[in-house]
């Protein structure tokens, strides 16, 4: 029986050589390169890696109100600075309001000063959501604010408090202390304020009586009370929705505990057009106040506040009273740095992009780790040969 003779240790390392070689030209493949292209973004300066669509935690880095002392009827906003390294288009930043507030916006957008569009905001369920757009494909260190406007829900807050608002956003939360002030009315004194019907949508849905107007006079007794209104620009008076509500127990603070509406024939319109109306109220009982409400249709929908003015003629006696009616502003900023593509020359002199050119020199290393594998393989066929050939010799 012949003998099985080891290789020579020297052969032995020219055939680890060339395995390694062939190893290198197939981890080199077209399919593993591209498959490290899916997952990073390569530019002229970093790398990073693009995100799957979801919900960006950390990217809200502070929640302010200007205002801290507030009235319980009042409308202030709530700024919210953010800011991410990078994001993809789809991803969402969400933060969930305080149950104390109510939202006054559906939703807003930011927008760059060059009034691009980095992303657009919902509100809805007491949350605050804001989704990237294509912005972010090309932009990285992001920045920017988001303005929402709020007020107090009555049934949940009291007037003369001290409260913590507290933003959550993942797993941070942000608390903003906000003093609630006292609420003190003089029921002896007459009164007109204004508000919207949709105090979310405002007049974009419904611009026909999306105006609401009170006057309130004082406390009698009165044997005769008599309102003149007017409009100014941008709304006109709705002549059929005058109404009488008889006001008829307080709180201490003067807030008004009972109302009931009054009959219709407890109102005389003697005059009403768009611009204004003259309406007699009759007379006011001992301890009752008496208030008109009616509504105003927006005719300009770009003017920013609305204003009306009433005259109140008590037994002779006039008061001047004025309300405006302002809108609720939201909206947000957003900024980043401009991702570039990396422009080179080819050898043709015409331009080759980044990605071009990125190619290229993977095919480039690819051919180079094949001509290190074909070169191993021979160097080790020719040993082989070289060692049969003295081994029969």
Not at 25 to 48: G, I, L, W
Not at 75 to 94: H, L, R
Not at 136 to 160: C, K, M, Q, Y
Not at 223 to 240: F, Q, S
């Amino acid at each position: 029986m012949s003998k099985v003779r080891a290789l020579p240790v020297r052969l032995t390392a020219l055939l680890a050589i060339a395995l390694l070689g062939a190893c290198a030209a197939s981890e080199s493949s077209p399919d593993a390169v591209e498959t490290a292209a899916e997952r990073d973004v390569t530019t002229d300066e970093t790398s990073s890696t693009v995100s799957l669509q979801g919900t960006v935690d950390g990217a809200v880095r502070s929640v302010t109100v200007t205002d801290a002392a507030l009235s319980l009827w009042s409308k202030f906003p709530v700024e919210i600075a953010w800011s991410v390294d990078q994001a993809a288009p789809g991803d969402t930043v969400t933060v969930r309001l305080p149950p104390e507030v109510r939202p006054l916006t559906d939703g807003f957008d930011l927008r760059t000063d060059d009034d691009e569009l980095v992303a657009t905001a919902d509100v809805a369920d007491q949350t605050l959501s804001f989704t990237y757009t294509d912005y972010v494909a090309t932009h990285r260190d992001l920045t920017g604010t988001a303005t929402i406007p709020l007020r107090f829900d009555a049934t949940e807050v009291s007037a003369d408090t001290d409260l913590d608002l507290v933003f959550r956003s993942g797993d941070a939360a942000f608390t903003v202390p906000v003093t609630v002030l006292p609420e003190q009315r003089d029921p002896g004194t007459a009164r007109f304020y204004g508000y919207w019907t949709d105090a979310v949508h405002e007049d974009r849905v419904e611009p026909d009586g999306a105006l609401q107007w009170r006057v309130v006079t004082p406390v009698g007794p009165a044997a005769d009370a008599v309102v003149h209104g007017t409009a100014a620009g941008g709304h006109a008076v709705d002549c059929d929705s005058f109404q009488v509500r008889r006001l008829t127990e307080f709180a201490a603070n003067g807030d008004v505990t009972e109302a009931h509406m009054a009959p219709a024939d407890a109102l005389e319109v003697r005059s009403c057009d768009a611009a204004g109306f003259t309406v007699a109220l009759g007379s006011v009982a001992p301890g009752d106040a008496t208030m008109v409400l009616y509504t105003s249709t927006v005719t300009d929908a770009g003017v920013a506040g609305y204003d009306s003015r009433a005259r109140l003629l008590i037994d002779g006696e006039s008061a001047d009273l004025d309300s405006q009616v302002g809108r609720s502003l939201s909206g947000g900023s957003g900024q980043g740095t401009s991702v570039t593509t990396v422009t080179t020359v080819g050898t043709t002199g015409s331009a080759v992009s980044g990605e071009t050119q990125a190619s290229e020199q993977r095919l480039t290393a690819q051919t180079a780790a094949l001509w290190i594998g074909a070169v191993a393989v021979a160097v080790v066929a020719a040993a082989l040969l070289s060692w049969a050939r003295r081994r029969n010799s």
